[in-house]
């Protein structure tokens, strides 16, 4: 049993000092969703944590801006392993899970020609799957550049991202 405590305590203080290893950024991107009817542009923020040697985890939240009466919102978490190359360049696949809203609010004239609305709000997760590059122009702040295809029954998409981030 002491053996027991003594191992459980060992692993919670190496992840302590694993969490107090880590980097922490935050940034901003621009966002281009490609779909088959239409093309979306779109802002985001996110957050990333570098924790163990070239892991890091992103949480990023996406706004897209209305286009045809459809506006949309995505949230993502993925997950990069990075692969730092000559130069200072460092190139990451990624994997994650997405979270997408997509709101409708269309007026159309009916038979009667009178003026009717449409709306209609629609809620999927799905998987994103993709890579990207980034590049540190100092110490703080990193440029960066995300290609990753979300995969949603009836909605999938590429999207293309580029950002800025900086150190926290």
Request: aromatic share 16%.
């Given at each position: 049993?002491?053996?027991?405590?003594?191992?459980?305590?060992?692993?919670?203080?190496?992840?302590?000092?694993?969490?107090?290893?880590?980097?922490?950024?935050?940034?901003?991107?621009?966002?281009?969703?490609?779909?088959?009817?239409?093309?979306?542009?779109?802002?985001?923020?996110?957050?990333?944590?570098?924790?163990?040697?070239?892991?890091?985890?992103?949480?990023?939240?996406?706004?897209?801006?209305?286009?045809?009466?459809?506006?949309?919102?995505?949230?993502?978490?993925?997950?990069?392993?990075?692969?730092?190359?000559?130069?200072?360049?460092?190139?990451?696949?990624?994997?994650?899970?997405?979270?997408?809203?997509?709101?409708?609010?269309?007026?159309?004239?009916?038979?009667?020609?009178?003026?009717?609305?449409?709306?209609?709000?629609?809620?999927?997760?799905?998987?994103n799957l993709g890579?990207?590059?980034?590049?540190?122009?100092n110490d703080e702040?990193?440029?960066?550049?995300?290609?990753?295809?979300?995969?949603?029954?009836?909605?999938?998409?590429?999207?293309?991202?580029?950002?800025?981030?900086y150190a926290i």
């Open positions: 049993m002491k053996r027991l405590i003594t191992v459980c305590c060992a692993v919670l203080m190496s992840m302590a000092m694993m969490a107090q290893e880590g980097s922490m950024f935050v940034g901003g991107h621009l966002n281009y969703g490609m779909y088959s009817n239409r093309n979306e542009f779109g802002l985001g923020a996110k957050v990333q944590y570098e924790f163990i040697d070239q892991w890091r985890g992103e949480a990023s939240a996406n706004y897209y801006f209305e286009q045809n009466d459809i506006t949309s919102w995505d949230f993502s978490a993925n997950l990069h392993y990075i692969f730092p190359l000559d130069g200072g360049f460092r190139v990451y696949p990624l994997a994650g899970v997405c979270f997408d809203y997509v709101h409708a609010n269309v007026q159309y004239l009916d038979i009667e020609r009178q003026i009717r609305q449409y709306t209609r709000t629609t809620t999927r997760i799905g998987l890579g990207g590059v980034e590049y540190p122009l702040f990193k440029i960066n550049a995300d290609l990753k295809y979300q995969i949603i029954q009836g909605y999938s998409r590429p999207v293309i991202s580029v950002g800025v981030s």
